[in-house]
Each structure stands twice: as C-alpha cells, then as structure tokens.
C-alpha cells in the first residue's frame, strides 16, 4: 500500500530510510518523546519501560542519545486525507486524478460495493472496467479508496445485525476485488449512532468518517493527542460549493480553505476533505474545477503529510502500539553500530506502514556514511551532517542494523 505525500515520498524496501531535514528541529519536536539511549524501550503511548542494565560489551555511550515515533510520518507538521465521493473514470475530463498526481499529492476514491439507492434509484455502481483502471493504474501511484457501503443507504436506520451485515458485505467484496479494506466512509454520513459505529468496528474496518458544518470539528487529533476521540466516527470538512444549496458551514471555496489548512498546521491535526462532483455543476454536490486546483496548489505549498485514510489509520494504530528497542554496541574507538527494532504487536501482513523514528546519532558518526540493513541484507547507505537523524521503517519485530563505514 502506497503512502505518497508532499514530493511524492514513498517507501519502497530501498527507500525507507528518509535523511533528515531541518524540519526535526522545528516546534514539532513536542512529539519527539526523548530518552536516554543505552538499550533503550519506549512504549509509544503507552508506560515508559526500563533500560536494561548494559553487558560488558555494549556500553552506554557517553553522551545520551535520543529517540521517538514522529507524530506523522516523514515528520511533517500536520496529516490531510482528499477524498472524492465518486468513482474513478478513465479520461474524466476535468483530469482530477493528473492534476493531484502532478502536484505530489494523492486522494481516495469511496467504493459502493452494490447498485441500489435506497430503492429509488440506480446508483453508479462499479465495473470491472474501472475497478481494473483503479488497481492496475491509479493505486500504484498512490490514489487509493475506501469503503462507502454496499447499498448508498442510511445505516442508523438500520438494526445493530443489519448495519454489521452491510458492513461486511462491502468489507468482503472489496476484498473480492483484490482491495485490502481499512477505512470507510458512511453513506450520507449516517454513522452517528453509537450501535451503527459498533457495527462498523465489528465488520473488520479499522476506521469510520462522518461529514462535519461545525468548523469546531474540523480537526482529527489535535495538540498533544495522539489518537482520535473516536476511530469510527472521524470527522471530515464537507467541501461543496455555496451555489449548489447554499450550504454556509460547508468549504465552500479556496478561500475559505486557507485558514482550515492553517489551523491544521497549527494544532499538528487531521482534517480530512470531502469533496464530490468536483467540476460538474450538474452533479449533487458540486464543487468548482477551478477552486478544486487552487485547494490542491495550497495543500502541496504546505508541510502536510497528504496521504489516504487507510494509511494515516495504520500510521496511527501502530504508533499507539509501538515500542522501539535501540541498542547502540561499544568499541574501542567508539559506537561500532546501532540495532532499532521497530515492533507494534499487530498483524505486519495488515498493519505494515513505515513508521518514522526520530533519534540521535552518536557524535562521532556525524558526516560518515553508515549502512543500513536487516537479516544480513543490505537496505542502503546514508549519511547524515547533524546529530539528528530520521528513519522510517516497518515494525516487523526484527532488528535493523546500523554501521558506519570504516
């Protein structure tokens, strides 16, 4: 599962380990939970754990080292999720897809599993066509998708049984179709019923969104919270332009974006961005082509980590599990190499996002090249002209060695 964000990062086997820039020794560094590193346990989230007393041949380094899991990954400032309300069709013109692609960014695409609109209506159900151009197309490069129910219907209306069932008839479809479901996204936002959230948890989703007017709401994860209030009831910015239906508490414009985008930054959130019909005025809830390419050009311009619900779920759910084990080997002339195992207790086939761990190197390594690699196989070379240092790795449970060149 891909993970761009601003300047297309990824993380590709070769490509996991991320120098660090200045951005590490900005104000985010609130996040960074700094400990001394001797053979070092941190529970992210969770209880610190006590360092085990050194063996005679692993040494505590002279000066302190230090290490954390980053908020967000690459240490951006704040995380935004796009999303599109629609299906993807190849050669759409407008060319969203292009234009957010070309910008560095990526969006999610809702899946309705069936065809049925309350009854009343066909629904713009799938294909094998675009589900073909969505997976061999699309999600290499980052677009990705989430779940929008079977049937586009009300869902509080329904029974605790029957919500579950729908639930898991969209969950089990999309896997059907060769997706890996992780995040939804309730039909006309009815997903405030404690019971109908209950359902979703049940389905095997792992994150649910609502749509919010309340610009109080805007913000998943504030501050110094590092999970949200609730996973199955996420809020998000419902963006649609005013002439549709005069919707004053919705983003209506650009303009009105701006200062959400700022606030994001500001409180280190979430926001999550609805929008549906961008460019079709003839759709419901429309939103203008032109606004839609200035909201992209704001976000790219930005230190948000943009990436899909289904991945900043997974960022998060293994960071409240994390826990790092960094244990540095003395020699004579000083730290011979470094061992960091990343684990979170979860399933790596499903939960296998990079997480990225913020420490700091010994002295003496700074401005020499070291390696880096797992199980004896070589992951890549680095080096680094400051003390402090970023890697994103996966939490495999398995040691990842550092070692700087002769």
Known sequence: MSGSGNGARGFALNSLWRVLTERLLRATSLWRLA??????????????????????????????????????????????SITNDDWPIRGRDPDIDGYVLEHGLVMGYEIVTGNSYQGERIFSGPDDERIAYLMSELVPQG????????????????????ALESFQTNYETMKEWGMTPVAYGYPRSAGHEEETQRALEASGFLSGRLLTRDSREFYNMPGEQSAPDKWFGLMSVEMQS??????????????????????????????????????????WGWYHW????????????????????NDITLYVREREKAVITVEPVEGSAGTESIEITLSDG?????????LTILFDQPTDWIGRPFTV??????????????????????????????????
């Open 346 to 354: 979860l399933d790596d086939l499903r939960f296998n996002h990079p």
């Open 242 to 283: 005013f002439e549709f239906e005069g919707c004053e508490g919705c983003i209506n414009n650009n303009e009105e974006l701006t200062p959400v985008l700022d606030e994001a930054l500001e409180q280190t959130a979430w926001v999550i961005l609805t929008y549906h019909a961008i460019g079709k005025p003839e759709w």
């Open 35 to 80: 400990l001394p590193l001797g053979v070092l346990l941190l529970a992210v989230g969770c209880q610190f754990l006590a360092a085990d007393a050194p063996t005679p041949n692993r040494a505590t380094p002279p000066n302190p080292l230090n290490a954390s899991v980053a908020k967000w990954f690459d240490n951006h400032t704040a995380a935004i």
């Open 143 to 162: 677009i990705s998708y989430f779940g929008h129910g079977h049937d586009h219907i009300d869902h509080d209306k329904l029974s605790y049984e029957d």
């Open 290 to 309: 032109d606004e839609f390419r200035k909201d992209v050009q704001a976000i790219a311009a930005r230190d948000f980590w943009t990436a899909s619900m």
């Open 373 to 406: 690699s797992q199980n004896g196989e070589l992951l890549d070379e680095l080096v680094f002209n400051t003390e402090a240092a970023m890697l994103s790795l996966k939490p495999n449970e398995r040691p990842y060695t550092l070692r700087p060149r002769p």
